[in-house]
């Protein structure tokens, strides 16, 4: 076997007889099939301690050799929220009034969203994910790899874990997103990549009825 700078351990993974793992398969379908980006927030407390839990998920996920090129800023502090919220409305404002194409607010125009987010502070936490293009090892830059492919990857696992754990979160992209590095004091070797709010759904809180795509439209199957 060849030498490996990390040393190889033995790995046993859990395996279930066929009929369990479809029930656990289908239970797991039904789980996240239950899921919806939501915009609409309770000012609800939710423990620190769970919000770090569920980025510990997320950092389980594979990476290009292994780089984790990720930092997850979680941000609870309503000042630094509002500052947020401000310049995120601002670029919103600019991209609804002038950036995006006609073709592309037609397709927003049936979900309801305009350039106002108010979730920015309502919601408890802000998850700020951040993909790291390379390292500093000393003066000298080490490159990372797949950095897109891989932080998101770790976004997908963090938002299934938020669903897992009974909460809910909504992927905000604001374009550009420079300011986030700037409000959070970001080093030069990170760039934004998602903003997350994540909380507990407000009680009167709804979703555009839409539907995903059936199995026949998303896989293609070679026997």
């Given at each position: 076997?060849?030498?490996?700078?990390?040393?190889?351990?033995?790995?046993?993974?859990?395996?279930?007889?066929?009929?369990?793992?479809a029930?656990?398969?289908?239970?797991?379908?039904?789980?996240?099939?239950?899921?919806?980006?939501?915009?609409?927030?309770?000012?609800?407390?939710?423990?620190?301690?769970?919000?770090?839990?569920?980025?510990?998920?997320?950092?389980?996920?594979?990476?290009?050799?292994?780089?984790?090129?990720?930092?997850?800023?979680?941000?609870?502090?309503?000042?630094?929220k509002?500052?947020?919220?401000?310049?995120?409305?601002?670029?919103?404002?600019?991209?609804?009034?002038?950036?995006?194409?006609?073709?592309?607010?037609r397709?927003?125009?049936?979900?309801?969203?305009?350039?106002?987010?108010?979730?920015?502070?309502?919601?408890?936490?802000?998850?700020?994910?951040?993909?790291?293009?390379f390292?500093?090892?000393?003066?000298?830059?080490?490159?990372?790899?797949?950095?897109?492919?891989?932080?998101?990857?770790?976004?997908?696992?963090?938002?299934?874990?938020?669903?897992?754990?009974?909460?809910?979160?909504?992927?905000?992209?604001?374009?550009?997103?420079?300011?986030?590095?700037?409000?959070?004091?970001?080093?030069?070797?990170?760039?934004?990549?998602?903003?997350?709010?994540?909380?507990?759904?407000?009680?009167?809180?709804?979703?555009?009825?839409?539907?995903?795509?059936?199995?026949?439209?998303?896989?293609?199957?070679?026997?």
């Amino acid at each position: 076997m060849a030498d490996f700078e990390f040393p190889h351990i033995p790995y046993d993974p859990q395996q279930y007889p066929e009929n369990e793992m479809a029930a656990r398969a289908d239970s797991f379908y039904a789980l996240l099939n239950s899921r919806r980006s939501l915009r609409f927030f309770n000012e609800r407390a939710v423990p620190e301690d769970l919000m770090q839990t569920l980025i510990l998920t997320a950092g389980t996920a594979p990476s290009g050799a292994n780089k984790q090129p990720w930092t997850f800023c979680l941000v609870g502090n309503p000042e630094i929220k509002k500052q947020i919220r401000i310049a995120a409305e601002e670029e919103e404002f600019a991209s609804y009034n002038g950036r995006m194409t006609e073709e592309w607010l037609r397709d927003l125009a049936p979900l309801g969203t305009d350039w106002r987010k108010p979730f920015l502070e309502i919601a408890p936490w802000l998850i700020v994910v951040f993909k790291r293009n390379f390292e500093f090892d000393g003066a000298q830059k080490r490159k990372n790899y797949y950095v897109q492919e891989s932080v998101g990857l770790a976004c997908g696992m963090l938002i299934a874990a938020i669903h897992n754990a009974g909460l809910v979160a909504l992927t905000h992209t604001p374009s550009p997103m420079d300011f986030l590095t700037k409000i959070l004091g970001r080093p030069d070797n990170e760039r934004p990549f998602l903003l997350i709010p994540v909380g507990y759904a407000a009680e009167d809180a709804t979703v555009p009825d839409i539907q995903r795509k059936p199995l026949e439209e998303i896989c293609v199957t070679y026997r």
